[in-house]
């Protein structure tokens, strides 16, 4: 679905983040993270990562981010990107100084009105060094001054950043903060965000979650975009999309405003693209009555530009879909996935991307209910399907989805072996357990992060089985699973259901 940065993977160990008390950041639970040590006399540097299993050096430790005000000026002629960013946060150790995750040239950086000294380190790590000690507990402001042209700064050769005729856009995962505003870039820090953007007249933005205001007349014929979201919001989740729009408000079943943007670049794709993004509001009502209440404050699209982006991203409140979705027609699968992800991954977000699966195959078997919902084949079918489409010496069963390494976070087998996952052990577990589990399990991480050790642990809860053997099997361990005695195993090859061609079509852009 996204492309990774190879230069940023490094095998380190991470004992798992359990649940944590309510109020505690999430990655406090991690080994030593914000726990000064007794014998320290002296305040210490916070940690350059939150030690995640496969990018290690992603988020920082020492601190806990509230909120981003990301106040920025571009002119899409330049690619130029200036900006102020403010973030709100908490001490959680004595700190000597701290990292960002971030890549444009600072200008200045002032914590708590004061000025800090930078320097850089890796990758993408912006030090600061405050002029007087922080201390556990203290309220920071921290406010970084800066510019830069993102498509012209690159990691490992990448930019995360998409220059576009008419604008920009900065979607991407595992990382595209780095390119727009500093952050503490991983899941386990959410924060809420006010994302403000000064573009010349007639060019459009949006972001996330709701407009607190109309667009402003400033001067030299500029407008400035503001939107808010003030739900947690995962940094990677974040977006901007910025260009020639049309766009589409309207009024969701349970009164959310609903905010739909199309590129006006978009040609003969624009009606395929309209008659997918506009059933948002059907499609999230739906999936509501199967994960539980919509938890966020606002819903819609984005169908970007032909020279976008080339897949689609669960931004929070808002995905944004590629140009290809649309070349043969209208995709309702490809929104129903991504708005699953406002459950499965928006709101309940990984503590480690080892656990993507918790994202994706349940975003892929969202896929295959609504199918069945639609009459265009169940979910039995579509796993006979699928399961009879990889033949058992395929490399496609080599791969664990629950630990598919950090260079295959976004392999098939962790869209499709996931969602076959789901659909074994809902007939492991019957319907009446199953379809209790997946809203007890966004109930009970809403606006947080999860483990699959965890979701193992709700679904013996509620079904009364051990399912250590059958997690083991289905995400743990390579080969094909036996399934002896279903129709994926008959003498005659599965009929394909009506709807498996949009969803493979959907999967060919969402994995690459």
Do not use: C
């Amino acid at each position: 679905m996204r492309r990774v940065l190879r230069a940023a993977i490094a095998a380190v160990t991470l004992t798992g983040a359990g649940t944590v008390a309510a109020g505690t950041p999430a990655h406090a639970a991690l080994p030593g993270w914000g726990r000064p040590t007794v014998t320290a006399a002296v305040p210490q540097p916070g940690a350059p990562g939150l030690g995640d299993t496969y990018f290690p050096d992603y988020g920082n430790g020492g601190y806990d981010v509230e909120h981003y005000d990301v106040r920025l000026r571009y002119d899409p002629d330049t690619d130029r990107l200036t900006g102020t960013t403010t973030i709100l946060a908490r001490a959680t150790q004595d700190l000597s100084r701290f990292n960002l995750d971030f890549l444009l040239e600072v200008e200045s950086v002032r914590v708590n009105g004061w000025a800090a000294t930078t320097s850089t380190e890796g990758a993408h790590e912006l030090v600061v060094t405050p002029s007087r000690t922080i201390t556990r507990g203290q309220q920071l402001t921290i406010v970084v001054r800066y510019a830069g042209v993102p498509s012209e700064t690159l990691v490992d050769g990448y930019t995360g950043w998409t220059r576009t005729d008419d604008g920009a856009l900065a979607v991407n995962e595992p990382e595209s903060a780095w390119w727009w505003f500093p952050s503490n870039d991983h899941p386990l820090d959410k924060a809420t965000f006010d994302v403000s953007v000064s573009v010349p007249t007639g060019v459009e933005v949006i972001s996330n979650g709701v407009q607190p205001r109309p667009p402003l007349a400033e001067a030299g014929n500029r407008t400035r975009w503001s939107w808010r979201t003030t739900s947690p919001t995962a940094t990677y989740l974040a977006f901007m999309a910025i260009g020639q729009y049309d766009i589409v408000t309207d009024t969701a079943p349970n009164g959310q405003p609903v905010v739909n943007a199309y590129s006006t670049s978009l040609g003969e794709l624009a009606p395929a693209a309209r008659a997918s993004i506009e059933r948002t509001a059907e499609i999230v009502e739906w999936e509501s009555t199967v994960f539980g209440p919509y938890p966020f404050e606002a819903q819609g699209g984005v169908a970007g530009p032909v020279d976008g982006i080339t897949f689609a991203l669960e931004t929070q409140t808002r995905p944004v879909y590629g140009p290809g979705f649309w070349r043969r027609g209208s995709n309702t699968s490809v929104v129903v996935h991504e708005n699953a992800h406002q459950w499965f991954g928006d709101s309940v977000s990984v503590a480690r991307w080892q656990d993507i699966w918790l994202n994706e195959g349940f975003a892929s078997y969202a896929e295959w209910l609504w199918s069945e919902e639609q009459g265009e084949g169940t979910a039995q079918e579509l796993f006979d399907f699928t399961y009879a489409s990889y033949p058992e010496d395929s490399p496609f069963w080599q791969v664990r989805p629950g630990d598919p390494g950090p260079t295959r976070v976004f392999d098939d087998a962790v869209y499709d072996r996931g969602a076959m996952t789901l659909h074994q052990l809902r007939l492991a577990v019957g319907d009446d357990a199953f379809f209790a589990i997946l809203p007890a399990w966004t109930a009970a991480h809403r606006h947080g992060n999860g483990t699959i050790a965890e979701f193992q642990a709700l679904a013996e809860q509620i079904s009364g089985l051990d399912l250590d053997d059958f997690f083991t099997t289905w995400l743990f361990t390579a080969g094909r699973p036996d399934v002896s005695g279903s129709a994926a195993r008959k003498a005659a090859p599965p009929v394909e259901p009506k709807s498996w061609a949009k969803i493979r079509e959907a999967h060919r852009l969402l994995a690459h």
